[in-house]
């Protein structure tokens, strides 16, 4: 596993849960098939920017603090994106294909994965085209209908 495979696990990881300490990690990471050590950890842990926070009955917890790449986009701009930058949806199977002005669908690509649209898992983009994966139990043609009602199509 890469580094970058670990860090991205250590991030979802406490989002998710509550972790306490380094070898709490190390041991969350063994049980997820992730072998490291607590120097390892402490590294992953500077790198990512996580901080020790005081929650609500005293514990201290392992936090990341938001950066403004990842803050979450409200609805409202999340529709006056798609309403400005989408001019065509199509869906095949659990897949929607969006297509934008040229330069412009990663603006798109962004804004979907940082709502968190429900139904959707991820987007990939490129120039003018990207495509977003639905989540198991929704079908692209539903996912089709919501991001055409948000983009007024």
Do not use: C, F
Request: aromatic letters at 2%; charged letters at 20%.
């Amino acid at each position: 596993m890469s580094k970058h495979q670990r860090q991205h696990r250590i991030s979802r990881m406490l989002a998710n849960q509550v972790v306490t300490s380094q070898e709490q990690l190390v041991g969350l990471l063994a049980d997820d098939g992730v072998e490291s050590t607590q120097a390892t950890v402490s590294r992953d842990l500077d790198d990512l920017g996580a901080v020790k926070v005081r929650v609500s009955g005293g514990e201290s917890v392992y936090a990341i603090p938001e950066h403004p790449a990842d803050r979450v986009v409200p609805v409202d701009q999340l529709r006056r994106v798609m309403g400005e930058w989408v001019v065509e949806v199509e869906s095949s199977g659990n897949l929607v294909v969006l297509r934008t002005p040229p330069g412009s669908a990663h603006v798109v690509a962004s804004a979907l994965d940082r709502t968190g649209i429900e139904g959707s898992i991820g987007t990939v983009a490129g120039d003018d085209t990207l495509m977003v994966v639905a989540a198991e139990g929704t079908t692209g043609e539903n996912l089709a209908v919501a991001l055409r009602n948000l983009a007024g199509l």
